[in-house]
């Protein structure tokens, strides 16, 4: 990757559209731009007042007489523009053939074709932003619920970064005490251990609290995998579309009916609960239905919630007990279902079945799609998750690179802690700190690997 080159890329999605975004970035931005823009009135495209739209006609690069579009063309001058470098964005009209034909164009021109994530990756190297906040801009294009992007939003405005570069801050002005007391005892005294501890264990209440706060972040950003599963015929399937509000699964009296998995995406309470219906959990009987059910005991292993669906009309049968019986240590809740007959299954009868505690709740969803209890069970889902725990200023790491990175701080600073407890040589106090430094700069990028940071920009779309 050539960091010197002048990229081109349509940052909208392609296709019909009101409108088509080309953004140019780099030294020659203005001056390939140039080439085929040209303002109404005297003033040149490298005349134009920076950070302001200008009604412009956009011509064929080979062609100055040959008109493409009427476009609001912007020029954004180093350093104040999204990458730190000059970019110029042309707005066209959307569609399949104009915003490709300006970009070819800009190509033919001198610009070369951004790689995905290039202008973001520009802007982290440019100090525009940190790691933290490239990835942000992933979470806020990806983000399925208000939570998610609220959460990506505030982590875009650097108060992630803050925190980690105020803990980089406090660790690194401990060994940067060690290191001077070391080199010059005579004029620099050693801190006293009490002294140390003190700094080192906030620290470390604020690492934790921000490693406690990783699971809500994560289930903001990528929601709750949650798995719908029981015996056949027990309502699964209704129960999946009741939740979607849509008939999205198909509903018989036919036992073993779902012989596959289906996977659909809702939002309830501010969180994104993605839904699997699985196949009812029985002894096969072809090979099309024990494949299904082995994919739904798969399901089970790696959800967040199981839905775990009884007829509370039926006595339950083995079946039942040994999927209860699967479901331990899981995050569970029972919905005894078709309550609108005579049940036989009670709310205790079915926590005896349980070695943990499990909320029960009763539904009933009849064909036609009128639902009973399902507001109840979205609040109860709501509340388990996220309800009332969410602080809106607060932010909350929300992936697996950041949270090693944190752990990695967190083993880092313990240890020094007792190194500090045990007495040891400061010199082994201080390896501990620069590992916690080191640490928090993976998160911000201030001291990570290019591998990881390839890895990060390799997710981005081309044009971000």
């Known amino acids: 990757m050539k960091l010197n080159d002048t990229i081109a890329a349509i940052a909208t999605p392609r296709g019909a559209g009101g409108i088509a975004i080309i953004r140019l970035s780099g030294t020659d931005a203005e001056k390939i731009a140039n080439v085929m823009v040209k303002p109404y009135g005297r003033k040149k495209l490298v005349e134009l007042e920076s950070h302001k739209l200008t009604l412009s006609r956009v011509f064929a690069y080979d062609k100055s007489d040959y ?82 992007l609220h959460n990506a939003a505030v982590s875009l405005t650097g108060v992630l970064a803050d925190k980690i570069k105020a803990l980089r801050e406090k660790t690194l002005n401990i060994a940067a005490n060690i290191s001077a007391a070391a080199d010059y005892p005579d004029e620099v005294d050693m ?27 994560r289930i903001m950003r990528d929601g709750v995998r949650t798995v719908i599963v029981g015996r056949p015929n027990v309502g699964k399937s209704s129960l999946l579309n009741a939740l979607l509000r849509a008939e999205r699964a198909i509903v018989t009296d036919i036992p073993g009916t779902t012989r596959d998995t289906i996977e659909e995406l809702v939002s309830i309470g501010g969180i994104a609960l993605r839904l699997t219906d699985t196949a009812g959990i029985r002894e096969g009987k072809d090979e099309a239905e024990k494949i299904g059910i082995e994919k739904s005991k798969e399901n089970i292993e790696v959800s967040d919630l199981c839905l775990f669906v009884l007829d509370s009309s039926e006595e339950m049968t083995n079946d039942d007990y040994d999927i209860a019986k699967a479901l331990n240590g899981k995050k569970t809740i029972v919905v005894l279902n078709k309550c609108d007959k005579k049940p036989v299954i009670s709310k205790e009868k079915v926590k005896e079945i349980f070695t943990t505690d499990v909320t029960v709740v009763e539904t009933a969803t009849p064909k036609k799609g009128e639902t009973s209890g399902i507001e109840n069970l979205e609040e109860i889902i709501s509340d388990m998750f996220i309800g009332g725990e969410i602080k809106p200023d607060e932010v909350y790491i929300s992936n697996e690179r950041q949270r090693d990175a944190l752990i990695k701080a967190r083993d880092a600073i313990t240890h020094s802690r007792e190194c500090i407890q045990s007495g040891l040589p400061y010199d082994l106090l201080f390896i501990d700190l620069e590992d916690a430094v080191s640490a928090f700069g993976e998160v911000t990028g201030e001291t990570v690997q290019e591998e990881i940071v390839n890895n990060v920009f390799e997710r981005f779309c081309v044009g971000k």
């Open 67 to 148: 008109m493409i579009d009427e476009a609001l063309v912007a020029v954004m001058r180093a350093p104040k523009s999204y990458t730190g470098e000059d970019v110029v964005e042309i707005n066209c009209h959307g569609g399949y053939l104009v915003a490709d034909k300006i970009l070819n164009g800009l190509l033919q021109c001198g610009a070369r074709l951004a790689e995905a994530g290039e202008f973001t990756r520009r802007a982290f190297i440019n100090g525009k932003t940190d790691l933290s906040g490239a990835e942000a801009v992933i979470d806020l294009m990806e983000s399925a619920t208000e939570e998610g």
């Open 191 to 217: 801190p006293e251990s009490d002294e140390l501890l003190s700094v080192i264990d906030a620290v470390q209440t604020q690492i934790d609290e921000l490693l406690n706060g990783f699971n809500k972040g």
